[in-house]
């Protein structure tokens, strides 16, 4: 069973990065709402907001736990949606540069044919011109 999942996730991982850690912040902020709403007792609107701020390191001071409880989650929510956050904005900005780059290399291989190409042309034409020179050469010393 463990390695079904082990597999499952290492191929979702590999093929949907961003997906995954797009839904993991998802659940995580879920999570977090509900906490903020059991500890603080905030409606679940500012439970959401408070976890999503504190996540994402904005931090308005608009709003702050009060109990012990709420600060440890707090704290834990800091520890962890930071790294989340910069991580997935990480992976949003990688992949991007690497479709850039991909397409730049296909882009450049493509010219590189068309360059190819025209220089066998070139080629041909300047060895049917040196035939002609010849031609005539033998025919001026002939």
Do not use: C
């Not at 500012?46 to 709420?70: E, L, Q, R």
Request: glycine share 6%.
């Amino acid at each position: 069973m463990y390695r079904y999942f082990k597999r499952f996730f290492d191929e979702f991982i590999g093929k949907y990065p961003i997906l995954f850690f797009a839904a993991l912040i998802i659940v995580i902020v879920i999570v977090g709402t509900i906490a903020f709403h059991s500890v603080e007792w905030w409606d679940m609107f500012n439970s959401f907001y408070f976890t999503t701020v504190t996540m994402s390191t904005i931090g308005y001071g608009d709003m702050a736990p009060i109990t012990h409880g709420g600060k440890i989650v707090a704290i834990i929510y800091w520890f962890m949606g930071a790294p989340l956050f910069i991580w997935l904005t990480g992976l949003i900005f990688q992949t991007r540069f690497q479709k850039l780059i991909k397409h730049s290399i296909h882009a450049y291989h493509r010219e590189a044919k068309e360059a190819e190409m025209i220089a066998l042309q070139n080629q041909k034409e300047i060895r049917k011109e040196e035939k002609e020179i010849e031609e005539i050469h033998d025919e001026v010393w002939a």
